[in-house]
C-alpha cells in the first residue's frame, strides 16, 4: 500500500491481487463470467463474487464495469474543471462527486485545481450536469469537449514479481 494511502482501505491479499490483474482482461461475455473467472484462478464462482464485493466495500477497488463508447450510443463524456478556493475544496469535491454524471475527480497543482469528467446520456443531459455544478458550488465550470480519442492499454500489475509464491 502506498504511504499516503487511507488507513480504512484493506491491502489486498495475494489472491485479490491476482482476481485484479486477470480481470483487467476483461470478464467473459457469458452465463456465468464469474464462474469462469473462479476456474482460471481455482476460485469458485461464489468466492469471486464475495472477493469483489469485499474489495468494492472497503474501497480497495472503486469501481467494477465496463468501459462504452458512450458517444456511439448518443452520449458524452467531458472534461471540466473548477477553480476551487483551497479552504472551499473539499466540500466542493463532496458535492461534486455527489452527482451521478461525475466519473471520477481530481486535484491538480494548477489554478485549474479540480479537474473532473462528466458522463451523460445525452449533450442536454450533460449541459443539466454542468448546471448543477455551477448551481451547488456558485463557481464557473469551464468545459474540455474531446475533439479526438485515443486508447492507452495502461495495465498496472497488483501483483509483482516479488509476490509470486507469496501468501
Known amino acids: 500500500m502506498p504511504p499516503d494511502a487511507p488507513a480504512d482501505i484493506a491491502a489486498p491479499d495475494r489472491v485479490d491481487r491476482r482476481l485484479i490483474d486477470h480481470l483487467h482482461g476483461g470478464l467473459p461475455l457469458s452465463d456465468r463470467p464469474f464462474a469462469e473467472v473462479g476456474r482460471a484462478l481455482g476460485l469458485s464462482e461464489t468466492e469471486v463474487i464475495e472477493r469483489l464485493r469485499r474489495m468494492l466495500a472497503l474501497g480497495t477497488l472503486t469501481r467494477l464495469g465496463p468501459l462504452f463508447?458512450?458517444?456511439?450510443?448518443?452520449?458524452?463524456?467531458?472534461?471540466?474543471?473548477?477553480?476551487?478556493?483551497?479552504?472551499?475544496?473539499?466540500?466542493?469535491?463532496?458535492?461534486?462527486?455527489?452527482?451521478?454524471?461525475?466519473?471520477?475527480?481530481?486535484?491538480?497543482?494548477h489554478r485549474l485545481n479540480m479537474w473532473f469528467v462528466i458522463a451523460a446520456e445525452s449533450p442536454d443531459a450533460a449541459q443539466r450536469a454542468i448546471g448543477r455544478v455551477t448551481a451547488l458550488s456558485?463557481?464557473?465550470?469551464?468545459?474540455?469537449?474531446?475533439?479526438?480519442?485515443?486508447?492507452?492499454?495502461?495495465?498496472?500489475?497488483?501483483?509483482?514479481?516479488s509476490d509470486h509464491g507469496a501468501e
Request: hydrophobic share 45%; net charge negative.
Open 69 to 109: 463508447q458512450i458517444e456511439r450510443a448518443g452520449g458524452v463524456f467531458l472534461l471540466a474543471a473548477l477553480e476551487v478556493p483551497d479552504p472551499d475544496f473539499e466540500r466542493v469535491a463532496a458535492l461534486v462527486n455527489s452527482l451521478p454524471e461525475v466519473a471520477h475527480n481530481y486535484r491538480r497543482e
Open 138 to 161: 456558485g463557481l464557473p465550470v469551464l468545459v474540455f469537449p474531446k475533439e479526438r480519442e485515443y486508447f492507452v492499454g495502461l495495465r498496472l500489475p497488483a501483483e509483482t514479481q
